[in-house]
Structure formats: C-alpha cells, structure tokens
T-cell receptor
C-alpha cells in the first residue's frame, strides 16, 4: 500500500532560524506530492506541489521543498521562520495512475515558533 | 466570494440522532470530498464524488451517507450518530481526481457526539 511518513510529529524553532519538516513516501509509481498547512480552526491551505516538473518546488510564504527520488523524500524548508508559521503541516501524496485514489495524508507535523 | 463553505462550524448532538453537515463550493469543481480529522490519524477520506449523482466510498465510509444532486453541494449525513464519529470534518473540492490538481478545503465542522 502507498503511504507517506512525516518523520517528526513536533518541530520547535526560534524566530529567524531555518525550518525543516521531513517527509518520506513509499513509491511504486510516480507520485504527485503536496504540502498543506493548517492554522488553528481553519481548513488546509496548499503551500506547494510537485508534479514531475522541477525537483525544487517553491511555494507560498517563502517555503520550498525538494523532491529526491533516490531517497523517496520531499522535505519542506524555509530559511527563516516567522511567528505566523506556527501551524500544523501535512505532507500529502497522490498517485495519479491509480483509479479511485484520492490523497494520502501524513499524520502531520506541528511547528512551534518561539520569539 | 468564491470558495468552499461548510456549515455548521460547530455542532453538538446526541448518540442515535441524525445530523447533516453541509458543504457548498462556488468554483464549479467536478470533484468533492469529505474527510474526517482525528488525532493520530491525519485526514481520512470518507466519501467522494466525481459529479452530480456520482459518489463513491473512501477509506472510512461506514455510518455515513452522502448525496450530490447539484454540482455545488455535497452534504454528509450521519444517520445514527455514534461517539466514535466525534471528529472534525472537512469538505474539499478539486478540478480533478488524478492528483495533479490540488484540493481546496473548507474551514471544517467540529462535531461532538455525546
């Protein structure tokens, strides 16, 4: 079965320091990969997506992610954290060739940002 | 404003009651989805719909019923609510289900069943 693993359930950083949220996926096919962010009492908002074009994907709010096929990873990074980045982040995999498959969500990483 | 709207945002009900969660989108997206979000499980797909009058089960469909008589609406009904259905429910829509297009989410309905 296809799956996605977010390696850290909670990440804490100081404001102005880099952010790294790790994601690995299982792959039998060429996946599409997404990162979503969820702020408290809100729905999920798309940060960025990879769909087999450039391996380094830039998203909103200064986030980017690099697709590494050899490592089956899609880690999310940001050079400098802001307080407003504190939220829940979900790595999501989709396998477009499988009929009936929607999105497979990781269990989420809570990002805390301290001043 | 274009978007996806869920109602109610909060609901408390009792076991055995029927409850319907509403979802309305203004993009005219063909695909709509219902998820539940629980601690430790992330989001799990309940049902999805490819078009009006076309629906199919997701990962956790038991105890839920959906309908889609109009493209823009996709209500989710719990016919006889149980405590295990206490959760946050998210509706989403997408131009396609191939995975190349992202899904757009509503703000969720927090449902508590006593």
């Amino acid at each position: 079965a296809q799956s996605v693993t977010q390696l850290d359930s909670h990440v804490s950083v100081s404001e102005g320091t880099p952010v790294l949220l790790r994601c690995n996926y299982s792959s039998s096919y060429s996946p599409s990969l997404f990162w979503y962010v969820q702020h408290p009492n809100k729905g999920l908002q798309l940060l960025l997506k990879y769909t087999s074009a450039a391996t380094l994907v830039k998203g909103i709010n200064g986030f980017e992610a690099e697709f590494k096929k050899s490592e089956t990873s899609f880690h999310l990074t940001k050079p400098s954290a802001h307080m407003s980045d504190a939220a829940e982040y979900f790595c999501v995999v989709s396998y477009p060739n499988q009929a009936g498959t929607a999105l497979i969500f990781g269990k989420g990483t809570t990002l805390s940002v301290s001043s | 404003d274009a978007g996806i709207t869920q109602s109610p945002r909060y609901k408390i009900t009792e076991t055995g009651r029927q409850v319907t969660l509403m979802c309305h989108q203004t993009w005219s997206h063909s695909y709509m989805f219902w998820y539940r979000q629980d601690l430790g499980h992330g989001l799990r797909l309940i049902y999805y719909s490819a078009a009006a009058d076309i629906t199919d089960k997701g990962e956790v469909p038991d105890g839920y019923v959906v309908s889609r008589s109009k493209t823009e609406n996709f209500p989710l009904t719990l016919e006889s609510a149980t405590r295990s259905q206490t959760s946050v429910y998210f509706c989403a829509s997408s131009e396609s289900m191939t995975g190349y297009q992202p899904q757009h989410f509503g703000d969720g309905t927090r449902l508590s069943i006593l």
